[in-house]
């Protein structure tokens, strides 16, 4: 959840900070253009009051001419802007560089244009770093209330773009370790609020594993969390309580039945003694009475099985799985199957060897009796990177995908096998054996006919 939440929270807050990054940078720029073109005004207020009595062709005007273009050449040769004052017919009244002349179009004839009515020129456009262009400010020389000339100054934007452009950079700075404060603050955010979240999942998977006693610690996170996290651990007590309730209940009543089974399974001896050698009937009782015995005694072994902790060591499967082998192969042979083994000799995994090698009995045991005379079964012990595999494949007739859902359940046997011997709590109680350690049991259609039993055991050590 935290991988979802954490995306989310970096790309609304990037979309925040360049939501006013962007605006910010194009107030830093607009700022150093309006900064040149104050500066620009203000000297062509000055050119102009040193312009305003240079109108006419007189003895007295020569030296102002003169003294005007002095300063023009000088502010030329200082700031590398070009600088001119022209008549209203647009010839040059001093101008400097002296090569430079007014240009007919674009920005500079629109300056003057403007400055010829009596007002100074407006704002250029906006020059962008990534542009050349440059700024053109015009205003008029008045005489007697009468716009008699235009000072033009036509200036470079170097200077200015740089500037634009390290402004900028500060922002970006800025931005980037804004961003990063942000992002660590959303790692501790989305820490503390998931955090319970995270303790509820994990409870929640141990619970679902078989580690009823779970808990969670609700020290942290925001009060809603926290609360949930109480009623989790309410809701769990009262689910271990009521399934305590149900194994010492299955334990009780198998343990108080074996005697009163076993006095009847007495009385029915004695009375097949007064009754003819042979008797179906007697056969038939003493046969149920058997088959209600290995019910009860399942039973108890499947509550004990739901409620004692696995012992798990670090066992070797590939041994284990040989040594049940070999233990089942007299019987597999006397019923005409082959029972083989192959695949990793020597793996190790965490495990409770006494409930692995009761989970492999009871799969050997039914792969063998539903396996007919002729065929194989064979016994595969695979390693992975997080567990160990032993798969149990036979040459049965198989399960129908029905049946495979059902397959596992207390006191569930297929139609189809009714006949053969047993109770139905064998794969209940190896599945309970294993979830206790870690491990599962899971079925397969085994092609192209039988079924492909595997017994998985986690190669990390105990859950903490």
Known sequence: MRTRLLPLLIILMASVLLALGFPLAVSVAAAQQQRVVIDRIDDTARFAALAQFVAEQTSGTDERRRTLQDELETYDSVYGIRAGVFYRDRSAMAVAPATWRLPVEGEGREAFSEALLGRRSHDPPQVWPWQRGRVVVASPVVRDGDVVAVVVLDSPTSEMRSRTISGWLLIAVGEVVAMLVAVGAAIRLTGWVLLPVQTLDTAAHDIA??????????????????????????????????????????????????????????????????LPEGNEEIASVRTEGKRLGQVLDDLLDLALAEHAAADLQLTDIGALTAERVASWRPFAEENGVRLTADGASAVTAWADPIALSSALDAVIDNACKFTPAGEEVRVTVASGREDVTVVVADRGPGLTDQELERIGDRFWRSTRHQNVRGSGLGLSISRALLAAGGGSLTYAPHEPHGLRVTVTVPRNGPHG
Request: without cysteine.
């Open 209 to 274: 594993s078989g580690r009823m006693r779970s808990r969670v610690v609700a020290s942290g996170g925001p009060p809603e969390l926290r609360r949930l996290a109480r009623s989790f651990n309410e809701m769990a007590d009262n689910v271990e309580e009521v399934l305590e309730q149900q194994r010492a209940f299955v334990a009780d009543a198998s343990h108080q039945l074996r005697n009163p089974l076993a006095a009847l399974l007495l009385r029915i001896e004695l009375l097949a003694l007064e």
